[in-house]
């Protein structure tokens, strides 16, 4: 058997009172947490293209100094040519 409860007209509105603040906070907590999380993710996606840029200038760097490291082994061997040539 169940029982019911029964509720003084002033009790149900204090329950109903509750109710409503909580429901207002937890709608001013959602809507706070979608605005920073919309913020977090317009930072993030700045962040990411930053990085790709990063990114191609590092290899871009890279490939320069690969042909520069080119240019000083060929400039090596052409000492090393002339040194033997002159012994």
Request: aromatic letters at 4%.
């Amino acid at each position: 058997m169940m029982d019911t409860i029964h509720l003084t007209k002033k009790q149900l509105m204090t329950v109903v009172s509750t109710a409503a603040v909580v429901f207002v906070i937890l709608v001013a907590m959602l809507s706070y947490t979608s605005r920073k999380l919309s913020s977090i993710q317009s930072e993030n996606s700045l962040l990411q293209a930053e990085l790709d840029d990063l990114r191609f200038k590092q290899r871009k760097l890279s490939k320069e100094l690969e042909a520069k490291n080119l240019r000083l082994d060929e400039m090596g061997k052409m000492i090393q040519e002339i040194q033997k040539g002159s012994k």
